[in-house]
C-alpha cells in the first residue's frame, strides 16, 4: 500500500479515537445514563469532528454517589467537559440535582453551572442557583458548594429564601441532615439575616 493512503488511515483513526479517549477520562466523573445501540452513522462533520477533538465534551451527563451518612446525591446536565489538566475535575452547564437524606428528607438542586472535584469531595454550583427543600423552603442565591462525601450544602453568595416561617435574606447558609425522622433538615442562616413573617393562613377549626 502507498505510505500515503497509509498515512490517511491512521489520521482519520487518529481524529475518533483522540476524542475517544478524552472522553473516556471524562466518564470518570459523570457516568453517562443514555445508551446507543445498533449500527448508525454518526451526524458529525468534520468541523465538528475537529471541535471534539479540541474540545472534548459529553452530551447529558449524570453523577451519582452515596454520602458517609446514607444520603444519595444525583447530578445531570445538558453538556459537560473535563478541566484542562486535571483527570479530577469537570464542569458542566444547566445542571439539575436531587440529595435524598438518609431520614427521607429532600433537597432539589439546580443551577447555570457546576464544578466537579471528586478529589476535593465537593461540587461547586454556580449562576443562578436554586434550592427547594421537601420541608418547604425556597432559597436562591449565586454560590452554593455541595460536598460529595456527607450531606452538607453552604451557599457561597449572600441568599433569599421563602418558608413556613416567611421571607429571609441572609449573607450565609448551610443545610444539612440531621438522619432524624420528624427533623430533617437543618437550616442555619448567618451574617446579616433579616425575616419578614408572613403567617400562614389557616381554616378556621369547625
Do not use: C
Request: hydrophobic share 35%; no cysteine; charged share 20%.
Amino acid at each position: 500500500m502507498p505510505d500515503g493512503g497509509r498515512h490517511t488511515r491512521i489520521v482519520r483513526w487518529l481524529k475518533v479515537a483522540l476524542p475517544l479517549s478524552a472522553l473516556a477520562l471524562l466518564s470518570t466523573l459523570f457516568l453517562v445514563s443514555n445508551r446507543i445501540g445498533g449500527d448508525i452513522d454518526l451526524p458529525y462533520s468534520q468541523v465538528e469532528i475537529e471541535d471534539r477533538l479540541n474540545e472534548p465534551r459529553m452530551t447529558r451527563p449524570s453523577y451519582s454517589g452515596v454520602t458517609a451518612d446514607g444520603a444519595s446525591l444525583t447530578l445531570t446536565a445538558e453538556e459537560a467537559r473535563p478541566a484542562s489538566g486535571s483527570q479530577d475535575q469537570a464542569s458542566a452547564l444547566r445542571v439539575k440535582g436531587t440529595l435524598q437524606g438518609a431520614s427521607g428528607s429532600t433537597v432539589t438542586l439546580q443551577s447555570d453551572a457546576v464544578t466537579i472535584d471528586t478529589q476535593a469531595r465537593r461540587a461547586d454550583l454556580t449562576g443562578a442557583v436554586q434550592i427547594a427543600t421537601s420541608e418547604g423552603f425556597l432559597i436562591q442565591t449565586e454560590g452554593l458548594t455541595a460536598a460529595l462525601d456527607i450531606s452538607h450544602l453552604e451557599s457561597t453568595a449572600p441568599v433569599t429564601a421563602e418558608g413556613p416561617p416567611g421571607r429571609i435574606t441572609a449573607d450565609h447558609m448551610e443545610l444539612s441532615d440531621s438522619g432524624t425522622d420528624g427533623k430533617a433538615h437543618v437550616l442555619r442562616f448567618t451574617g446579616q439575616v433579616k425575616l419578614v413573617y408572613l403567617p400562614q393562613s389557616r381554616t378556621p377549626d369547625p
